[in-house]
């Protein structure tokens, strides 16, 4: 990734370059790309570019989310922009997606490559729209105000989480099978594989948010609240759960300009009280199950093992 | 480009990434990707659509450029994220970036263009990091104050409008050549035309800024001046040629946090009644004479006069 990122920057831009992909990450998304192409009977090193390209596409997302969230701090450390001045934040990110080119040009089956990637980051700004549309203040700018969500159902949401996390991870498995030249079967079921990991892997990530330890989140917990999103799952299925004063008091207080520590704490209590974080495990056992299943058609057997159990850990980390 | 532009993006999301094409533009770029194209033998069709993916990449970096210089007007119309709000401006560029790809993967001989933009994009990146470091007023920023230009040589002033302005005239040449299939011998011609009409059309565009009408420009006279730029070559040589006690002022209204319209005015009286304009001109002059004579060894002939009256015509609409 530094290679890919070092390529055409000058020296006093490569510190702000490599600011975020240095601040770590699980690099779950690579790992998928480089296991799909040994599931499919590839080599590790056809599918090392584009797992490099598939994980600065992640790291573009979250340079550019943000921004747009107004965030200071991503696993422990200062964001890019925060770091360096929005100028420079916007800069880097435009750098990034270069990098990403770079990644999948020297690809096998570059061009399907290629194609995939630009489809998938086409989904994330789709995702991030909804995600700012989904936010419960109102804005002073017409557009937003205009098309802002006053209510968010459930298949909403799904949509929103679908492009905006489990499009990229679809990606992830698919590119792995491309770059093994793997038949359009396996293709098939490595996306089927990354959709519905993604989607648990998304609905893992929204009871973090709300219901982690704040040291190991590496950001504030309750980070939806305070961005006044009404795009997590925990709270949507709790809004159709609570009394009608516990769910006034949780829309008020995402309604509110500035929630006080206490609001948020009071709002994660209440939301503790509901089934609904019982009823979003049980949905991402569901879909992990599923996940599991779709890949038992791929040849590498030892390599389907550790798919398997990469998913687990998905599901496994939250509940 | 609508077409382009359309793909992947919701109805919602459309009206929001039209309108920086739907402004308008003089479309010089896409025009030399064409005749380049036709000058080596080629056919228009070839250079279709990487003569639209060129002319997006431009509007991209307008995009990017209004955000990080707070613009508000282009084109006499709102600026992208003046209109739909700073947010959806990134999610536009981000998307325009899509487009662009969209565009060279249709393109004949795609890889070596898929490279060019890449390559392109990136020096437009580095151009605009260096423009951001040339402004003259302090800033809050740590890395911008560190690396931030107390002086601007002439030398640092052609490097910035190297990558900023003339990179994506010699791609917008390059490509052309490509589409056709060329020799080597005539990509060379066509990047050395482009990058010379590129410097040229940059000088144009510097006096255009300080002496042009208001109207016809559609944004406002000294731009640069409100903007605390010392990226303009006009400025430069003035500060070579005024007396010390003009120097300082005109270096002091760079340097206030809000100029007045009459400082500005000031400003601009003094650098009229310096050489500083007629040096300029003599500069643009010998590098589109050259520009000209570089490209005497394509075939077709017709057209080869075309492109040498495109080239008159950014000369001649500033002098």
Chains 1, 2 share one sequence.
């Not at 997606?97 to 994330?124: F, M, V, Y």
């Not at 792995?176 to 990354?194: M, P, T, W």
Request: with cysteine.
């Amino acid at each position: 990734m530094l290679e890919l990122l070092a390529t055409g920057a000058s020296n006093d831009f490569q510190e702000v370059v490599f600011h975020q992909v240095q601040a770590g990450g699980k690099r779950i998304r690579p790992a998928l790309t480089i296991l799909f192409c040994e599931a499919a009977g590839g080599k590790m090193e056809d599918a090392l570019s584009t797992a490099a390209a598939i994980e600065l596409v992640h790291n573009y997302s979250l340079i550019l989310d943000d921004i747009i969230d107004d965030a200071d701090v991503r696993r422990n450390l200062p964001t890019t922009w925060t770091k360096y001045g929005l100028n420079f934040g916007i800069l880097a990110s435009t750098h990034y997606r270069e990098a990403i080119e770079e990644g999948s040009l020297q690809s096998p089956n570059h061009k399907a490559i290629s194609r995939i990637i630009a489809d998938t980051i086409r989904e994330l700004v789709e995702g991030e729209r909804l995600d700012v549309l989904f936010e419960q203040l109102p804005s002073d700018e017409d557009y937003t105000e205009k098309h802002r969500f006053r209510e968010v159902s459930l298949e909403d949401y799904e949509r929103m989480i679908g492009y905006k996390t489990a499009a990229l991870l679809r990606a992830a498995c698919e590119v792995g099978v491309i770059c093994a030249n793997g038949s359009k079967d396996l293709q098939h079921a490595a996306r089927e594989f990354g959709w519905k990991a993604g989607i648990a892997f998304q609905l893992a990530d929204d009871v973090l948010d709300l219901f982690a330890e704040e040291e190991k989140l590496g950001k504030k917990l309750g980070k939806d609240i305070y961005e006044h999103k009404l795009g997590n799952v925990v709270i949507l299925h709790s809004l159709q759960l609570l009394s009608t004063d516990d769910r006034d008091y949780v829309l008020r207080v995402l309604r509110s300009e500035t929630p006080t520590e206490s609001d948020v704490k009071k709002v994660i209590g209440l939301l503790k009280q509901t089934d609904a974080s019982s009823i979003v495990k049980d949905r991402a056992k569901e879909l992990v199950n599923e996940a599991k299943k779709s890949i038992e058609l791929f040849p590498n057997k030892e390599v389907t093992k550790l798919l398997k159990a990469l998913v687990d850990f998905i599901y496994q980390r939250s509940f």
